[in-house]
């Protein structure tokens, strides 16, 4: 079955510090890439998304590229700030579910 | 838009009781999903809908039930609750359009048991 795994946290980082989160996935077929973000006390919602091997999906200054040869769809930013505090999740989608990763627990210090 | 809307935001339960949480989106999404999240975990899904009349399960159903009358409602039920069942408790819903699926969360239903 379909399967994301996402590398373990907590990551604790200064501002202006660059970020990466490693997501790897398993899956049948061709599925819809995402990174979704949890800030604190809220519900899950859309950082960037995916859809076929090769895209780059951006934005608030995160980047992640689909590389099907690696399976892997990594979160990358440049330069962080405290409101980037949050948890991060790398999921897929195939057919009619979504698959989820444990999540990444970011913190940045001032 | 309201998207998607759960209640209660908390809820503290005895063991043995039961309850109704309710999800409701006003996207006409046909797809709809709930999730339970543990302290440290990722989401495990519980069940989903593909659309009214139809539902099925995720990788944690039991001790829950679900039904899918409306397009728009997707309650998620718990008979017998059990300290194993305390979570948060997330509703989303997302359109299947060519294969990019965003889903739209609720903002979570705070469960305890005890």
């Known amino acids: 079955g379909n399967s994301v795994t996402q590398m373990e946290g907590p990551v604790t980082l200064s501002e202006e510090a660059f970020l990466t989160i490693n997501c790897t996935y398993t899956?049948?077929?061709?599925?819809?890439l995402f990174w979704y973000v949890q800030y604190p006390g809220e519900g899950l919602q859309l950082l960037l998304k995916?859809?076929?091997?090769?895209d780059k999906g951006s934005n608030k200054g995160f980047e992640a590229t689909y590389r099907k040869e690696t399976t892997s769809f990594h979160l990358e930013k440049g330069s962080v700030q405290v409101s980037d505090s949050a948890v991060y999740f790398c999921a897929l989608s195939d057919t009619h579910k979504l698959s989820f990763g444990a999540g990444t627990t970011v913190t940045v210090r001032a | 838009n309201a998207g998607v809307t759960q209640t209660p935001k908390f809820r503290i339960l005895k063991i043995g009781q039961s309850m109704t949480l309710q999800c409701t989106q006003d996207m006409n999404h046909n797809y709809m999903y709930w999730y339970r999240q543990d302290p440290g975990m990722g989401l495990k899904l519980i069940y989903y809908?593909?659309?009214?009349?139809?539902?099925d399960k995720g990788e944690v159903p039991n001790g829950y039930n679900v039904s899918r009358s409306t397009t728009e409602d997707f309650p998620l039920r718990l008979e017998l609750a059990a300290p194993s069942q305390t979570s948060v408790y997330f509703c989303?819903?997302?359109?299947?359009?060519?294969?990019?699926?965003?889903?739209?969360f609720g903002q979570g239903t705070r469960l305890t048991v005890v």
């Open positions: 995916a859809t076929k091997a090769d």
């Open positions: 809908s593909v659309g009214a009349g139809i539902t």
């Open positions: 989303a819903s997302s359109s299947r359009g060519e294969g990019d699926t965003e889903a739209f």
């Open positions: 899956a049948t077929g061709y599925p819809s």
